[in-house]
């Protein structure tokens, strides 16, 4: 990742995972939800948590802390899905992304963003777009178009279409 492409946002969305506080471009945010009900899908990787119902839409959810290979959420009265939006394959797809709390919309000046460090720390670098600093505070700037691959997002997506499927057969079965 080039320094010139982390200069282009100045403003991030900042969210805690576990007691390391976690920033994504303000750009990528669509909205956050109170957590709710996510349905399970069969055969997924422990990280993808389900999918959601937003507007008639299926919206996968990941548990962020999983996939970065850190501890599964613990639902607390501050959990919720930051639902972002990522580029897959040229397209804009919407993804829910578990999150401990949310905090705040930052400005960060480019000065204040590093690289993503290359040793010492526990979470994949692939997903680190750079360290901004905070006061005397780091926050991981995340890279969220990496975090799920194109695999796992449409898989996400058939096995939901498939169930619902399943379901419309089964109510139409039982009216008959």
Known sequence: MSSGEI???TQYFTFTLGQEDFALEIAKVR????????????????????????????VPVIDLRLKLGMSA???????CIVI???????????MGALADSVKE??????????????????????FIKG????????LIILDI????????YTAAQIIENNSETDSEIM???NAA
């Open 73 to 79: 959420i613990q639902k607390t009265v501050d959990t």
């Open 31 to 58: 909205e956050v939800l109170d957590y709710t009900t996510i349905t399970k899908v069969p055969r997924m990787p422990e990280y993808l948590r389900g999918v959601i119902n937003l507007r008639g839409n299926v």
């Open 7 to 9: 200069t282009k946002a």
């Open 131 to 138: 360290m901004g600093k905070q006061d005397e505070k780091f």
């Open 145 to 152: 178009d990496r975090i799920l691959t194109a695999n796992e």
């Open 171 to 173: 109510l139409s079965e």
């Open 105 to 126: 919309v930052i400005d960060l000046d480019p000065a204040q963003i590093a690289p993503a460090p290359r040793i010492g720390t526990k979470l994949k670098n692939e």
């Open 84 to 94: 972002v939006e990522i580029e897959m394959d040229g397209e804009i797809m919407q």
